[in-house]
């Protein structure tokens, strides 16, 4: 247990301190439950109106309004207005205020259990900060104290990851207020810039002052312009991949939120959506948000975006700032750092605002207190109006953006409404059913599973020569949920698994479907009860991307279901970039080994497990030792000694806050088979006196090597500790 203690020991002394297009029909009848509905026969809308304090208005007729497509008036067919107001009538919404002389849209079905809200909170943000994760915490928990009504069904999404007890909708405010207490800041990874979690990187000089040979000072440069402009071009990739990833957590809310009938609020929670580059160049990710805003416009689903920054001052320079050169003022230093970061906020606020804009909601931004801007936007979700009108036959031809706007005659007042849609219909985009088990997949999909069994996911990205790129996913079972059932001498579980992998427009990209029969002797029984079950799988993955696992398991026994579902980022690393594959921790034996999960076949996926300190489950007691393992790839090898030279460095952090932060130290590696994947791990004793809760353990490991550039990747991994 030599390996790396000289680094894990600086975290012991922490430890101890801290605890398309047909002709319209003449005739057209809206059908089904949709709020939105785009087909050739009839375009239909939802608006919400309100006068200049912000309350909502609900006595309006049909002859108040104007409907423009592409800038074209267009004869409104249907009209009526929509209450949902769930604080005095629970159950179906109701219909009001028709035009009998009009074709009137069929009443909308409510899900009969109040307001659906789902809250998405962007932690997986390359710049998400930690007074930002802190707000997002705040409001959540205080929503559902203060504001959140019996009969709503809340869901709390968070882009780094998710598992089924934070994407279960519920009612049940103990455990949307544990969920909510799990958002935390944690350090940027992957392509991400490094970040210490705030607003705004430091503004420091890009030179020193150097001692020349004769006693003398000399003006050096930290980074020249050239390894500039190729920093800031991978950082601007990085963040566009994360905008991508972000897009398709927010494509997966929209596509379970699809099956259920009426207008939709989710809750947009970040520190920005750009898709923009530093020069003002429009991104790739922008075609992804264009693809989201017109699924939720068709899905009747508003999003309402929040900036969680709250009051920002780009104009304040921070101690932190070194605003001089050559070690004399520089007068202009502070009107460049004032511009980059002005530049920087309204970049990273344009995505959100298009996003609420084009799907009828709201960008709520410099606020401290984010819920209010919670209150204020479900202050309007009250009722809305549904409008309607025959599409011109040239609407669903070549799939272009069709703008739509919303006109009021009356002055006074303001509407909230979609802003258009691409051209091809409803029907054309319906998902053929499959004919197989549709239950487990529905369970996939489905944004209101039955209350059952709870899972815990773990996946990691990790390479091989011989298998390339894959995911490995271990999830984990609680013992006490699982149904066992005599067979002969033994006892018997039975587990269907489903489990699909998607990219970042939705599609799959592998899947499979498996029946797993478990045996086990009696004797057994008390030790799964105690510590659950651990099922591994691992999927090739070919393209590099990011992609989000899913998992379905129904217990054959009770038929009780479970889901999670993780994003992971594949780099390409053809590229010869450094990168890290994802970090496993797991408990020392007595001995001083650690198991490391590897690759299973199928029948042998279930697996017993001694104790929850692996790293399935990753809970650790007080005073034990645990284990950290990781690969790390593509590393330079050094021109004198023809092998790597690397330099590691180790932070803990808990509740989202650093408490321990390492010193690098040069990596003591043992002799590898293959160079370029570098196998290495360390250790990291609990002092006895830790205080239990919530951490992460953060390597960032840095390239020393000539060829190297000091390029550096980081990757980190939760854990709990435990009475």
């Known amino acids: 247990m030599k390996k ?16 398309f297009a047909q ?33 909502q208005i609900t006595d309006l007729s049909r002859d108040d309004f104007e409907i423009l497509q592409d800038g074209k008036p267009q004869k409104i067919v249907g009209f009526s207005y929509v209450n949902v107001d769930t604080s005095q009538n629970v159950g179906l919404a109701t219909t009001q205020r028709s035009d009998k002389n009009l074709i009137q849209p069929p009443p909308v079905k409510g899900h009969g259990l109040g307001r659906i809200i789902t809250f998405v909170v962007d932690d997986g943000n390359c710049s998400a900060s930690q007074s930002g994760m802190f707000s997002a915490r705040e409001a959540l928990q205080k929503f559902v104290n203060e504001q959140m009504l019996p009969t709503d069904l809340v869901a709390i999404y968070q882009t780094r990851s998710g598992s089924s007890v934070l994407q279960q909708y519920s009612s049940d405010k103990q455990q949307l207020l544990r969920a909510a207490r799990r958002i935390r800041w944690y350090p940027p990874t992957g392509g991400c810039a490094s970040s210490d979690g705030s607003f705004f990187e430091a503004a420091r000089s890009n030179t020193f002052q150097k001692m020349t040979p004769g006693g003398g000072t000399e003006t050096a440069v930290i980074e020249s312009e050239a390894d500039r402009k190729t920093r800031e071009g991978s950082e601007d990739f990085g963040k566009n991949n994360q905008v991508v990833g972000t897009v398709g957590v927010l494509r997966y809310v929209v596509r379970g939120l699809e099956r259920v009938g009426g207008r939709k609020i989710v809750f947009f929670m970040s520190d920005g959506m750009p898709f923009r580059s530093r020069d003002g160049q429009v991104l790739s990710a922008v075609d992804s948000l264009r693809d989201l805003t017109d699924l939720a416009n068709r899905n009747s689903v508003i999003f309402n975006t929040i900036d969680v920054r709250g009051v920002m001052n780009t104009i304040m320079i921070e101690a932190r700032d070194e605003v001089s050169t050559s070690g004399e003022a520089d007068v202009n230093a502070s009107d460049k750092i004032i511009a980059n970061r002005t530049r920087d906020v309204r970049n990273s606020q344009e995505g959100m605002a298009v996003l609420a804009d084009q799907t009828g909601g709201r960008f709520y931004h410099d606020s ?15 009722g809305y109006y549904l409008l309607a009108y025959q599409p011109a036959d040239d609407t669903f031809k070549g799939k272009n953006f069709n703008a739509l706007e919303i006109r009021l005659k009356r002055p006074d007042l303001k509407i909230n409404s979609r802003a258009g849609f691409i051209g091809f219909t409803t029907d054309n985009t319906a998902t053929k ?12 999909a489905a944004p209101l599973p039955k209350a059952g069994l709870n899972l815990q996911l773990t996946s990691f990205f990790g390479n091989s020569a011989a298998e390339g790129n894959f995911v490995r996913s271990l999830f984990h079972l609680q013992g006490d949920e699982i149904t066992f059932v005599d067979d002969g001498n033994l006892k018997k579980a039975i587990f269907d698994v489903v489990a699909v992998t998607l990219n970042e427009k939705n599609e799959v990209v592998d899947e499979f479907t498996r029946t797993h029969t478990f045996r086990i002797e009696s004797a057994a029984i008390p030790l799964i009860k105690q510590n659950g079950l651990v099922y591994s799988t691992d999927v090739p993955i070919k393209k590099p991307g990011t992609y989000n696992f899913r998992v ?8 009780m279901l479970g889901t999670a579902s993780q994003v992971i980022q594949i780099p390409d690393l053809r590229k010869g970039k450094l990168f890290l594959s994802g970090l496993t921790v797991a408990q020392v034996d007595a001995n001083g080994k650690f198991s490391i999960p590897g690759s299973v076949k199928p029948e042998n996926a279930l697996s017993l497990i001694a104790s929850t300190a692996v790293p399935g489950v990753r809970q650790f007691r007080k005073g034990s030792i645990l284990a950290y393992a990781y690969t790390i790839y593509n590393a330079k090898l050094d021109n004198a000694t023809n092998q790597p030279k690397l330099s590691i460095q180790v932070n803990l952090y808990k509740d989202g806050n650093v408490i321990s932060e390492g010193k690098p130290q040069t990596a003591d590696l043992e002799k590898q088979a293959d160079l370029s994947r570098i196998n290495d791990y360390g250790y990291l004793r609990l002092n006895p006196t830790i205080e239990p809760g919530d951490y992460a353990v953060q390597i960032i490991v840095k390239d020393l090597s000539e060829d190297g550039k000091n390029a550096m990747s980081s990757q980190w991994v939760d854990f709990e500790v435990i009475e």
């Open 4 to 19: 790396h203690v000289l680094r894990a020991s600086v975290l012991f002394f922490a430890l101890a301190a801290v605890s």
């Open 552 to 559: 379905a398991v129904r217990d054959g026994t009770s038929r």
């Open 368 to 382: 401290n207190f984010l819920e209010g801007p919670i209150r204020k936007a479900l202050s309007l979700e009250k």
């Open 23 to 55: 002709k319209p029909d003449p005739s057209p009848t809206p059908q089904d439950d949709e709020v939105v509905k785009i087909t050739s026969k009839i375009v239909q809308v939802d608006a919400v109106v309100t006068d200049k304090d912000g309350n």
């Open 433 to 444: 059913k499959r004919t197989g088990d549709s239950e487990l997949y529905d369970a996939i």
